[in-house]
């Protein structure tokens, strides 16, 4: 069965910094992994995802992603953070053996500090 | 706004009750999935909808029901309710369910069992 570890639950960076959400996925087929990003008290908005092809994604606010297969990766990543980058970040995999429904991680909360 | 639009945004209900949740895809998609947040479980997929037939079901209990209508909307039934139902539901949309396309969430329904 597929499924979406994403370690640590709460990041903290400085405005400026790097933002690094990392992602592991299993899948005993190719996967289609997602990035979804959640504002407080609001649904999820599509980050970028990895379907086929290139494997560095890039997706919106500045975010991308690489797809990392013998590592079984999809780590997220951004330059410089802003304040307006706080919020909750989940990575999915679609899974494609059960009607691709996707399969979320348990999400990691990202604050940005001034 | 991503153009898949819930009904009600916020419901409150006590024990034993039945509500419905009312999810209107984005214009052309034919998949629509139900998808419930709690804090204890994460974002679990609950049952997907591809043109009117039931696709694939996911971690739904029996006490839940759903269909999609002709016009494509779709309805979540949750009856016998408990207070462990008290979460976060999620309709999703996509134009079709091979898994590569995304997902575009609506903004929720917050339902609190009393």
């Known amino acids: 069965a597929q499924s979406v570890t994403q370690l640590g639950s709460h990041v903290s960076v400085s405005e400026g910094a790097l933002v690094l959400l990392r992602c592991n996925y299993s899948s005993s087929v190719p996967p289609y992994l997602f990035w979804y990003v959640q504002y407080p008290n609001q649904g999820l908005q599509l980050l970028l995802k990895y379907t086929t092809g290139a494997t560095l994604v890039k997706g919106i606010n500045g975010f991308e992603a690489e797809f990392k297969k013998s590592e079984t990766s999809f780590h997220l990543t951004k330059p410089s953070a802003h304040m307006s980058d706080a919020a909750e970040y989940f990575c999915?995999?679609?899974?494609?053996?059960?009607?691709?429904?996707?399969?979320f991680g348990k999400g990691t909360t990202l604050s940005v500090s001034s | 706004d991503s153009g898949v639009t819930q009904t009600p945004k916020h419901l409150i209900t006590a024990t034993g009750q039945r509500v419905t949740l009312r999810c209107s895809p984005r214009s052309g998609d034919l998949s629509v999935y139900w998808y419930q947040q709690s804090l204890d479980q994460g974002l679990q997929f609950l049952i997907q909808y591809y043109n009117g037939e039931e696709r694939a079901k996911g971690n739904i209990l029996e006490r839940f029901s759903a269909q999609q209508f002709p016009d494509l909307h779709s309805e979540l039934n949750l009856s016998s309710l408990e207070l462990g139902d008290s979460a976060l539901y999620f309709c999703?949309?996509?134009?079709?369910?091979?898994?590569?396309?995304?997902?575009?969430f609506g903004p929720g329904t917050r339902l609190t069992v009393t």
């Open positions: 999915a995999v679609s899974d494609l053996q059960a009607g691709t429904a996707l399969i």
């Open positions: 999703a949309s996509s134009v079709d369910p091979t898994g590569s396309y995304e997902q575009y």
